[in-house]
Structure formats: structure tokens, C-alpha cells
């Protein structure tokens, strides 16, 4: 069964960076782009970029360009996404979720990112 | 970027009734060329990733109750819950694929019991 089991909650200091990873399981690895999606607390879902893991093209919602990379590591089965020069605004659940066809059909568990003094 | 506005904010509705939930994008979702409306619905429950319920706007995802139905076509789109249960207290949320690689979501709309 397909299962994306991601990092475990991180504290960061503003202006910080920090890096999330979603392992994939299941299905074959390079087949399937992957997404990226945060949500602050008591807020809506916000897309943040995709990944395709064949070939390592990405695409970053336009708020996050320059702040934000995606890579993979095709050898684990494993995306990152990197965020950098943290701010308070930046403390939220984040989410990797994996796209068969047009719709987000899995999701991983979700990563606490907190962004703290 | 596409930008995806729902309506209301939050709605509370009695167990039984009929829920509406509105999703309005700045441009079309419509593929001229498949006649296929790039947009989907999502339930969100506390603690909980979101769970795909529509897509292709009125396409039922399997295992997904028959009280749940999409409809609406180029910017204006329905979610209806045609009898409300416990269980669909949730927010809920549109999404747009039709930019390519580009996707969006509206701001979500909770339902509450009344």
C-alpha cells in the first residue's frame, strides 16, 4: 500500500532554514510527482510547489520562490523540502502528498514546523 | 495565479438538511479541449490531511458517500451535502489543477451542526 511517512516536529529559530522529508513506499518512486502543502494553525491548506522525482523538476508557488528548494533522493525513495530564512509566519503543519492523476490522493502524516525565539 | 474564493466562510446546517458551499475562480477551469473542469473538493477533519471527495468538479471519488455531489462548470462551482451527518462536520476546501503545475486552493469553508 502506498504510504509517505514524513520527518518528525522541528523548532527553528527565525531566520533559520529547515528541511522536511517524505519517504515514499508502495509504489514505484519516479512514477509520481509530488506536492507540497502547508497549513498554518487554524488556517486553510496553502499549495507551496511539486516535485517530479524522475527527473528533479520543480515548480514553487510564486510566494515561496527563492526561500524554497524540493529535491530527491531517488536511491531512498525520499523528497526534502527546504525552507529557509524562517519567520513566525512560517510555524505550520507541512504536508507532502503524492498525485496518481490529477488529484491529491496520498498524503503524508504531516510535519510540525515551529518558529520560535 | 488562479485565485479560488468559497462562500460562506462557515455555515451551520441541522442534521437532515441540505449544505451548499460555493467555490468561485478568477478564470476558467475549463479545458477547451476536453471540456473537463479542472477543479476539486476536499474534507478536512481535525488532525487530519485533507481527503479528496470531487474531482473533474463532479466526479464522486470511490467510497465517497452519495450525499456529497459537485456541480458547476468555467468559474462557478457547488459542493452540496444533500443530508447532513455527524460525521461531516469538517472543512472543506476547493482546489484548482488547471494551471499546469501552478495549483491553488480556496480559503475553506467550515460546516457546523445547527
Known amino acids: 500500500q502506498v504510504q509517505l511517512v514524513q520527518s518528525g516536529a522541528d523548532v527553528k529559530k527565525p531566520g533559520a532554514s529547515v528541511k522536511v522529508s517524505c519517504k515514499a513506499s508502495g509504489y514505484t518512486f519516479t512514477r509520481h510527482y509530488i506536492h507540497w502543502v502547508r497549513q498554518a494553525p487554524g488556517q486553510g491548506l496553502e499549495w507551496m510547489g511539486i516535485?517530479?522525482?524522475?527527473?528533479?523538476?520543480?515548480s514553487y508557488a510564486q510566494k515561496f520562490q527563492g526561500r524554497v528548494t524540493m529535491t530527491r533522493d531517488t536511491s531512498t525513495s525520499t523528497v526534502y523540502m527546504e525552507l529557509r530564512s524562517l519567520r513566525s509566519e512560517d510555524t505550520a503543519v507541512y504536508y507532502c502528498?503524492?498525485?496518481?492523476?490529477?488529484?491529491?490522493?496520498?498524503w503524508g502524516q504531516g510535519t510540525l514546523v515551529t518558529v520560535s525565539s | 495565479d488562479i485565485v479560488l474564493t468559497q462562500s460562506p466562510d462557515s455555515l451551520a446546517v441541522s442534521l437532515g438538511e441540505r449544505a451548499t458551499i460555493n467555490c468561485k475562480s478568477s478564470?476558467?477551469?475549463?479545458?477547451?479541449?476536453?471540456?473537463?473542469?479542472?477543479l476539486a473538493w476536499y474534507q478536512q477533519k481535525p488532525g487530519q490531511p485533507p481527503k479528496l471527495l470531487i474531482y473533474w468538479a463532479s466526479t464522486r471519488e470511490s467510497g465517497v458517500p452519495d450525499r456529497f455531489s459537485g456541480s458547476g462548470s468555467g468559474t462557478d462551482f457547488t459542493l452540496t451535502i444533500s443530508s447532513l451527518q455527524a460525521e461531516d462536520v469538517a472543512v472543506y476546501y476547493c482546489?484548482?489543477?488547471?494551471?499546469?503545475?501552478?495549483?491553488?486552493f480556496g480559503q475553506g469553508t467550515k460546516v457546523e451542526i445547527k
Open positions: 482546489q484548482q489543477y488547471f494551471s499546469t503545475h501552478t495549483w491553488t
Open positions: 502528498s503524492m498525485v496518481q492523476g490529477v488529484t491529491f490522493d496520498y
Open positions: 516535485i517530479n522525482p524522475s527527473d528533479g523538476y520543480t
Open positions: 478564470q476558467s477551469v475549463l479545458y477547451s479541449s476536453n471540456y473537463k473542469n479542472y
